[in-house]
């Protein structure tokens, strides 16, 4: 079940999406969601998803997954 940490979440994946045009795991559509999840978890522990975005991104991810509910 989706919850509002899912949804800010996805706000910030969208916000990459429109500063850079694209996200690493777009060209993977054939992958199965739980390996996409993967990648993101890959990506977000690397902090290389962000690493071009404003220093704010990395924060923002870091207290969105802190999130309790």
């Known amino acids: ?3 509002p940490q ?3 979440e996805s706000l910030g994946y969208l916000l990459i999406y429109l500063r850079n ?3 690493p795991w777009m060209n993977n ?3 199965c969601d739980q390996e996409i999840g993967k990648m993101k978890e890959d990506l977000y522990s690397k ?3 962000h690493k071009n975005m404003p220093k704010g991104f990395n924060l923002y ?3 969105i ?3 309790k509910y």
């Open 6 to 8: 899912d949804d800010l």
């Open 29 to 31: 559509l054939d992958k």
């Open 1 to 3: 079940m989706p919850t």
């Open 61 to 63: 991810f870091t207290l």
């Open 21 to 23: 045009g694209s996200l």
């Open 65 to 67: 997954r802190d999130l």
């Open 47 to 49: 902090k290389s998803l």
